[in-house]
């Protein structure tokens, strides 16, 4: 029944909650091949193949992701989430924001600016407070040429940040 079901979710969900809680404390450094995070992965796939249209077990399987530094995985699953009209709370935002700027960085790394641009940018949708989403659009704007699509984002860390340095150089610049 839909009552044993949602049971089984629960009970699931909890036992993944209590092995990630175990795999932080074990671990100083996380990796996604740790036999913790392994058992934590595991969990959050079978919650998801439970229940895959419902937010928790996305949400469980997102943060597992991200706290195991799996960024291309964890990235996937916030926009799942995402996907399925939920919002990010205050404990999301910066496990999504964390994934997205390293994939942004990388993108960014590996002179992918097309790439990293669409990451930056997705930051800016989902944390459109976050500043270094809007510097660093700017960076990777100027860097395909566009200075003039670069300024608006500069402007907009500069007023939010009057004393960020990076945004107050792209603007004189």
Known sequence: TCRQAQMAL?????EGGTVMEQA?????KAYPDQPLWQEAIRTG??????APNEPAPLRFLAEVYSRSNWYGPAYQTWEQLLALGETLDADAIPLF???TFELAYGAYDSKNYAKALEYFQRIIDIVPYDKDAYVWAGRTLLETGRP????????TAATRDPTDERSQFFLKL
């Open 10 to 14: 629960d009970e699931l969900l909890a």
């Open 148 to 155: 003039e699509e670069a300024i608006a984002y500069w402007q």
């Open 97 to 99: 924001r964390m994934v």
């Open 24 to 28: 932080i404390a074990a671990y100083p």
């Open 45 to 50: 796939k079978e919650a998801v193949e439970l």
